[in-house]
């Protein structure tokens, strides 16, 4: 079953076609990799699935509901975590997690029980009551994904959510990500620069250039095809080896969600 849909999708700002008619799927408890060089139209694709953009042509289903149609409903089945630090650090990691269920409706005692859940579950139950700006990047990246599957997301979108983290915080927290995915089935849908993450991490890759998606399968199977023998060496072959420019950055992004939110649509 898929839980993510995307045929045929288009999205142009005046004369610049940013994402090209670009079709794939996801499967429900997949972890799946969206790669592309910086300006390749990962960004824009991913704002659109998230309801931050809507698209110039084609359709996209999330859980079987169109974001363009329904916004509140496809942004109640999901989470995310973006590139750009969102939390506040002024709050605790408690409050930050109890305003969040609030910004979702959840009841109060489902919501008290899920943040205890999601602070044992990412080991900062001892850290509970301490300012985020007292946090390492590891631990404020950590209350981050706690955030982000509290409300019990079906999918859970993460935009480069290991970058500047030392290899034992990366580590650790694909570890949690994978033991998420197989045991309650969520769906991970990430971006990285870290092509040995993504190798080792998700099922299938899908692999945009120029707004156009260029290669989809497994790390394996895009190896195979370009008959190389890291996803690095295959990432090259299939996209250049030129230096790329970032069109936005998920700072934008984040702007955009808030104001989203702030307008009452959760």
Not at 196 to 207: G, K, L, S, Y
Request: proline share 3%.
């Amino acid at each position: 079953m898929n839980i993510i849909e995307v045929a045929d999708l288009t999205r142009t700002f005046g004369e610049v076609s940013a994402v090209q008619d670009i079709s794939f799927n996801v499967q429900q408890g997949e972890m799946f990799a969206f790669l592309g060089p910086n300006g390749a139209g990962k960004s824009t694709t991913i704002k659109m699935l998230t309801t931050l953009l809507h698209p110039t042509s084609g359709t996209i289903k999330i859980d079987g509901v169109d974001p363009v149609l329904d916004a509140g409903a496809v942004r109640r089945s999901f989470g995310i975590v973006f590139q750009d630090p969102s939390l506040d650090d002024d709050l605790t990691a408690w409050e930050n997690l109890e305003f969040h269920g609030v910004l979702y409706g959840m009841p109060r005692a489902l919501r008290r029980k899920r943040v205890d859940e999601m602070l044992a579950f990412v080991e900062l139950s001892d850290r509970r009551d301490s300012y985020v700006r007292d946090f390492s990047g590891g631990m404020k990246r950590r209350l981050e994904i706690a955030r982000g599957l509290l409300h019990h997301p079906k999918v859970l979108f993460l935009d480069e959510p290991t970058l500047g983290l030392d290899p034992q915080t990366r580590n650790h927290m694909w570890s949690y990500l994978q033991q998420l995915n197989k045991t309650e089935g969520i769906t991970v849908f990430l971006t990285t620069h870290y092509m040995d993450e993504a190798d080792r991490v998700a099922h299938r890759i899908a692999i945009i250039d120029h707004g156009k998606i260029v290669a989809t399968g497994s790390g394996e199977e895009l190896k195979k095809q370009t008959n190389t023998t890291t996803l690095e060496e295959a990432f090259l072959a299939l996209t250049g080896s030129d230096i790329r420019h970032e069109q936005g950055s998920s700072a934008d992004r984040m702007r955009m969600m808030h104001r989203s939110y702030s307008g009452g649509k959760r």
